[in-house]
């Protein structure tokens, strides 16, 4: 009797003491609590494991089990307590880094996250690998279960990861919100990548044959290479003075990879760092012999010295979006996101684009955001549109996806799709902003911005789409709308099209410069008319 007593009693002095650790603590690792028992009670490893198992059994201290936080070990609390963020994150610091990472980044961004800056800033594979690198659904499905965060998705199908605290404090209604402002977020950061990559491949900086970039009409959709997502990736044979030089590199292979990640509706934080960083060291590490060249090209619109110095000391490039397109870009930014939260229907649309407009013309930057002119001119259609379709509702910028039988999703984004009652109605918008110097090729089916793309490719994969609802007895029509001009054999086609079922009740089924400003001249758009005479005409 007297030796199992002793024994008890030896047990719950390592429970009082393990109880001791977590009343100051809060919590601890079970690597922690062994190496603690190990050196106070000098106890083996595999009795200092047992000792911890006993006070969990006996109720003393509680584990987190079945989850584990690296190296397959357990957190410890008291009973009477629940793991908490501050917990999980100072055990996943070192631990778990890509854990720490996406919980410290929700903290940084009040709260929210879309799915695809999670899986940057974790480094997280997009896909299931053989590897031993958790996938963001598996961290999500242990931070779900201790009840740390939630997804949600809004109205388009994006995805965000939540902090259920800022949920529980702030409630329902503040959620869309969240969300709206997250995606808000996503197209700023995304509608100057055309323009940055083309200033990168003027100035030698990047290949023009390969480039795969974040698009802003789905700015939830990253550029995937080597199983990571990236803003942007190419390639280039730029690599300085050499006896070799890389223009002779046959391959992508034997090419620098060039990796962008680009930040502009925010300061870029050490958080957006560490998540490239972890990218770029994954990517380079892939292959198994001789390492990949990478170069890794950072675009911010503010960062502070301290990160900008980490940010060279890596070997990285860091560009000030201002070296880019001048100062005055930076008054253009902070109207992006007033442009992305825009009202459709107010009734001063035309006014609002008129002064972006007039700012890139100010800061002398016409050329060089071309791209950003041709999504002011889509929203400037909206009214038109709108007028010609005053009983349908509207999807902007919508993105219509298929599930093949391997199981690959095929994909096309459409500018504007009205769905009409009266007549029965789904009417496919194409719009491209141009100068008045521009002209659309007919191209073919393979040609992208031609309009043999739109008709005879993203058109069919809409019908593909819209099946059941042609079967009920819906029409499916098809509107192209440029300020630019047609050569003569795109005029001629585009006739074709206006006699085939295509054509909508209101409309044509295209509109190049000329008869476009007869549209609006005849509709009463005066000054849509002026803005496009002022800053889509001549050169």
Not at 105 to 134: F, R
Not at 342 to 363: C, F, G, Q, V, W
Not at 430 to 438: A, C, F
């Amino acid at each position: 009797m007297t030796k199992s007593t002793n024994k008890k009693t030896v047990q719950e002095i390592y429970a009082e003491h393990l109880h001791g650790i977590l009343t100051k603590r809060l919590f601890e690792s079970g690597s922690e609590l062994k190496a603690n028992l190990v050196k106070k009670f000098k106890l083996t490893d595999v009795n200092a494991r047992k000792v911890i198992s006993r006070a969990v059994d006996t109720r003393h201290i509680k584990s987190s089990s079945p989850f584990t936080f690296g190296k397959g070990q357990f957190i410890y609390i008291l009973p009477e307590n629940k793991i908490s963020l501050t917990s999980v994150m100072t055990i996943c610091a070192t631990a778990r880094p890509p854990v720490f990472r996406l919980l410290a980044y929700l903290l940084h961004n009040d709260g929210i996250c879309s799915y695809y800056d999670g899986l940057k800033i974790s480094a997280c594979p997009i896909e299931e690998s053989s590897t031993k690198v958790s996938s963001l659904e598996d961290i999500l499905k242990l931070l779900e279960k201790l009840e740390l965060v939630y997804q949600q998705r809004d109205e388009n199908g994006v995805n965000y990861i939540l902090l259920t605290d800022d949920f529980e404090r702030y409630g329902e209604n503040i959620e869309q919100n969240m969300m709206n402002g997250a995606f808000s977020d996503m197209v700023t950061d995304t509608t100057l990548l055309p323009d940055i990559m083309r200033w990168l491949v003027k100035s030698n900086i990047m290949d023009n044959s390969q480039i795969i970039y974040r698009n802003k009409k789905t700015p939830s959709v990253g550029a995937v290479h080597n199983n990571l997502a990236w803003d942007v990736f190419s390639y280039t044979k730029t690599t300085g003075f050499s006896e070799l030089s890389g223009v002779k590199a046959e391959t992508t292979e034997k090419m620098t990879l060039v990796a962008l990640d680009v930040v502009l509706s925010k300061p870029y934080a050490q958080i957006h760092l560490d998540g490239f960083l972890s990218r770029v060291q994954i990517n380079q590490n892939s292959t198994k012999n001789e390492k990949r060249k990478i170069l890794p090209i950072i675009v911010y619109k503010e960062c502070s010295e301290i990160v900008l110095n980490k940010i060279k000391a890596l070997g990285f490039v860091a560009l000030d979006i201002g070296s880019i397109f001048g100062t005055r870009i930076y008054s253009i930014i902070s109207k992006l996101n007033k442009i992305n939260d825009i009202d459709l229907a107010e009734p001063d649309i035309e006014a609002t684009i008129n002064k972006m407009l007039k700012s890139i013309r100010s800061a002398g930057q016409e050329d060089a955001l071309k791209d950003l002119k041709g999504v002011l001119f889509e929203i400037l259609m909206y009214p038109v549109l709108k007028y010609m379709f005053p009983n349908a509702s509207v999807l902007q910028g919508k993105t219509l996806k298929v599930t093949r039988a391997n199981s690959k999703q095929e994909y096309y984004e459409y500018d504007y799709i009205f769905h009409s009652s009266n007549p029965e109605e789904i009417i496919i918008v194409e719009l491209k902003g141009y100068g008045e110097d521009s002209t659309i090729s007919l191209g073919d089916r393979d040609k992208k911005a031609s309009l043999k793309w739109f008709f005879e490719r993203t058109i069919p994969f809409a019908k593909e789409f819209y099946a059941n609802d042609i079967k009920a007895g819906k029409k499916l029509c098809a509107v192209y709308m440029t300020s630019a001009h047609f050569w003569a054999d795109g005029i001629e086609f585009t006739k074709k099209m206006n006699k085939s079922r295509l054509k909508p009740t209101a409309m044509d089924v295209a509109y190049d410069r000329p008869k476009l400003l007869d549209l609006l001249s005849s509709k009463g758009f005066k000054k849509e008319v002026e803005i496009l005479a002022k800053y889509y005409g001549k050169k």
